[in-house]
């Protein structure tokens, strides 16, 4: 009996094998196979919209993988040393110069100079970020910035009738704010474990925060001390708790309990917060530009960009796909499923964007995005933004200890980049 | 042929495997934490520098290490004594013959082992939570102000501390149990014939019938509180203010995070030595002992 039933689910387990080869092989049809990763959620939901795309062009056929967001830069990088890599991706912004940094992605500006996708029509700081010296080398698929999402009731009840538009005014509001709700309860939520509060209100800043190409840091520069000054005021005046966001339930409930009267986030949180507060707080909440040290300032361009490997065989029908996807209207039905932000502004002009109240403080704040400092060790510079940040509200580090600090680091993180940089200097040279 | 030859013939297929998957990565991991191989390196190996020493005169110079390093020998030093005497008095109390209902507190004991340290920190994270949480209320019930325990930098580390002990102890307490039950009963009649207090019985006969199970104990919770990581990477993320990042969290970045694979293999190497050193230390002082 029991041998019986062994061989039983071998057999099934051969029959099975065969099957899932024998469905390989009838899906080769002919038609080029074009591997396209993506991330997350939208790496889901985007399978929605290659039926059109596949009857639009019958000889491709899209080949869909989804990535965890949390692993996907250690698979593409993995991928990138094994040789495995897609025809096509969506990455992330701030990977951009990593990826071109050791030569994965191919060059498109020959490829945009053929028609179909007009820079011109796209948010100046999202395209930026895929500009890598002077070659672009990525096409925004969705944008995001973040910028502040406030209470109304609140603000009204302490005497605030319109947003800030600027630094002053904001910390006026966040003062009343603080005074209204008593010593429980705070104006702002400027999470520890996040860098992108602070790292956007250094953006605000005229001064850049690296210098010399991308050599050394330049947090010493008199507008990044401004902008650590106010955002340590903030938690020196109370109106910030120093916490992390692990440490509360979470950012809704606690937004729909008043915990809190400002909180910078991104456009997701417009559905979210939608979704998840009850409903006689829907008018109570708002979104507003971010405001600047005179007036509404800049902030971060984040989200994602599709990028063509280099080592591709496939890039003409990759990138049909790219351009299929970065048409007005499938960026406003995608905007449709997702709720995620198109970077043209064409796509704009569809009703459920035009007409959607918390999206147009996005839409606004979007054309200040500017791009992060395109260097392949930001992500780790941004990561020490955020725990100097974190020991300088705590007290252990005065303003100006906190920039020569962040400095420091920074310089220690880019020494191999000089000596790339370097190097490649005097090899040029020395060439005849 | 000769008897040596013949007993290498015999051993050599486990020799070999032990070449290949210990002895082969690790003196690759020593070449690789010689270099200061990222990135870059993997893009083009003309990008790798040999920089002899160097990863480990920066780890000596980077605060943030030695911070790491204190971080575990304060988790090691606090917490390794505590699960041992935890656990030695769960499987005294599970061994009496007092106890009611051993089979159930022996299975209740155990079943934080088996769980998974990602859900059961997700629970702990609730249970510690500043406003909402159960401990705080409890504490609240007797009178003392809540205790931020694990946005406190004095307090995240104890915290990490109670859930890995509370987490790990059923292990050692079924080792100790096997222990307890190989101790001959006619030791104990002798005792207390002779007149021994219970306390004297259990400094004179269990905790010498022990010391062998004791020594394999403390080198096995050792080398497993070294390597301190799950706990703070779920838990805290090694915040508050850096205050539970520990030697493996700090090679996990580098490693993983950044990529700054030459840099991680020096904290690894410089974690397997201090494991090492002291591991032996604690085989001489038993074998002097005479516990071996």
């Not at chain 1, 830069?73 to 990826?99: M, Q, R, S, Y």
């Not at chain 2, 159960?134 to 501390?161: K, R």
């Not at chain 2, 850096?242 to 974690?271: D, P």
């Amino acid at each position: 009996m029991h041998l019986r039933s062994t061989i039983a689910r071998w057999a099934a387990a051969l029959a099975l094998l065969l099957g899932v080869l024998a469905g390989c092989s009838r899906q080769d049809d002919g038609r080029t196979v074009v591997r396209f990763w993506a991330m997350g959620f939208e790496g889901q939901v985007v399978a929605q919209l290659i039926p059109q795309f596949e009857r639009e062009h019958p000889g491709i056929r899209i080949e869909l993988q989804q990535l965890p967001i949390t692993a996907a830069h250690e698979k593409l990088l993995t991928a990138f040393a094994g040789d495995a890599l897609p025809d096509v991706a969506a990455i992330g912004n701030t990977w951009v110069p990593e990826f071109a940094a050791i030569g994965a992605l191919a060059p498109l500006d020959a490829r945009l100079a053929s028609g179909g996708i007009a820079p011109v029509d796209y948010f100046e700081g999202g395209w930026d970020t895929g500009v890598i010296d002077g070659q672009v080398r990525a096409v925004p698929w969705y944008v995001e910035t973040r910028l502040p999402f406030y209470r109304r009731d609140l603000l009204a009840e302490a005497g605030i009738d319109a947003p800030p538009r600027d630094w002053a005014q904001w910390r006026d509001a966040m003062a009343a704010v603080k005074r209204h709700v008593g010593p429980e309860r705070y104006a702002i939520l400027l999470p520890l474990n996040e860098f992108e509060p602070l790292l956007n209100l250094a953006m605000q800043q005229p001064d850049p925060l690296l210098r010399d190409g991308g050599r050394y840091g330049n947090f010493r520069s008199d507008g990044f001390r401004r902008t650590l000054a106010f955002y340590k005021d903030i938690f020196d005046q109370g109106w910030a708790p120093r916490v992390a966001n692990t440490q509360i339930s979470n950012v809704w409930d606690e937004f729909g309990r008043g915990y809190f009267g400002f909180y910078i986030s991104g456009p997701w949180n417009i559905a979210e917060f939608g979704r998840r507060l009850p409903s006689d707080l829907s008018e109570a909440w708002a979104t507003m530009p971010l405001p600047g040290p005179d007036g509404p300032g800049a902030s971060v361009a984040g989200g994602a960009s599709f990028v063509l490997f280099d080592g591709s065989p496939r890039k003409d029908a990759a990138w049909a796909w790219v351009a299929y996807l970065s048409r007005p209207d499938v960026q406003a039905r995608f905007h449709g499923i997702t709720g995620n932000l198109p970077p043209r502004r064409s796509a704009w002009n569809a009703p459920a964007l035009r007409d959607d109240a918390h999206a147009r403080a996005f839409r606004e704040q979007l054309e200040r995005a500017r791009a992060t400092p395109k260097v392949p060790e930001w992500e780790r510079i941004a990561t020490e933004l955020r725990l100097v940040g974190e020991e300088m509200v705590n007290g252990r580090l005065t303003v100006d200890e906190a920039a020569v600090e962040l400095d420091r680091r920074t310089d220690a993180i880019l020494e191999k980049r000089r000596w790339m940089l370097d190097r490649a200097a005097q090899g040029q040279g020395a060439a005849p | 042929m000769k008897p040596s030859t013949a007993g290498w013939l015999f051993a050599a297929p486990a020799l070999a495997v032990i070449a290949v998957f210990f002895a082969l990565p690790v003196l690759a991991a020593l070449a690789l934490s010689l270099t200061d191989f990222d990135i870059y390196a993997l893009a083009d190996i003309g990008n790798l520098r040999f920089v002899g020493l160097g990863n480990y005169l920066g780890l000596m110079r980077n605060p943030l290490f030695w911070q790491a390093l204190g971080n575990t020998f304060y988790f090691v030093l606090v917490g390794v004594p505590l699960s041992i005497a935890l656990s030695l008095a769960a499987a005294l109390l599970l061994h009496s013959r007092l106890g009611v209902f051993k089979p159930f507190f022996r299975t209740a004991y155990f079943a934080p082992v088996v769980t998974t340290v990602v859900a059961v920190a997700v629970v702990w994270r609730y249970l510690f939570h500043t406003r909402y949480g159960l401990v705080n209320w409890v504490l609240a019930g007797i009178g003392i102000d809540p205790v931020d325990w694990l946005g406190d930098p004095d307090w995240a580390m104890p915290t990490i501390i109670l859930f890995a002990v509370w987490k790990n102890f059923g292990y050692n307490m079924i080792i100790f149990l096997a222990g307890l039950q190989a101790i001959p009963e006619d030791l104990y009649e002798a005792a207390r014939i002779d007149g021994a207090s219970r306390w004297r019985q259990f400094l004179h006969v269990t905790l010498p019938m022990l010391g062998p199970v004791m020594l394999m104990v403390a080198i096995l919770t050792l080398s497993g509180y070294f390597q301190l990581f799950a706990e703070p990477y779920v838990m805290t993320q090694g915040g508050p203010l850096q205050s539970t990042v520990s030697v493996l969290y700090l090679m996990y970045e580098e490693g993983f995070k950044w990529w700054n694979l030459g840099n991680a293999s020096a904290v690894a190497f410089i974690l397997f030595v201090i494991m090492a050193t002291i591991t032996y230390g604690l085989l001489w002082v038993a074998r002097r002992k005479g516990a071996e």
